[in-house]
């Protein structure tokens, strides 16, 4: 049971960080800057970055020993989620491409903004 689990969490990596892959690149097509950049040929982790303007930075850690979004503006962290609210989040950055969100056009939810 302990192995077969142990697969599928290597499998739930894998596409995690293909899904990464694929959102960096179709956001620079976008305008924005981002990067993801995965260690080895085996896809087991990941660290994805964007940039939102304004100094406001969005980094997403994948690895088998865990998953982190955090978000920072003018280099101070705002946000650090870890496991499926990490995930959850992505759903922001998605929403960008989804819409066809330009970096001159987005703006961030004020909640975020109200932290500090």
């Known amino acids: 049971m302990f192995l077969r689990l142990a697969y599928q969490h290597r499998q739930f990596v894998q596409d995690l960080v293909m899904n990464l892959q694929a959102l960096a690149i179709v956001l620079e097509r976008q305008g924005y800057l981002a990067s993801c950049y995965t260690c080895g040929g085996q896809m087991n982790s990941a660290s994805f970055m964007v940039s939102l303007g304004d100094n406001h930075l969005i980094r997403f850690l994948v690895s088998d020993y865990g998953i982190t979004w955090t978000e920072m503006r003018d280099d101070r962290e705002l946000m650090k989620l870890e496991g499926a ?3 959850s989040q992505l759903q922001e950055l998605a929403n960008l491409v989804k819409y066809q ?5 987005y703006r961030p939810a004020l909640a975020a903004e109200s932290i500090y």
């Open 85 to 87: 609210e990490a995930i």
């Open 101 to 105: 969100i330009k970096p001159s056009q």
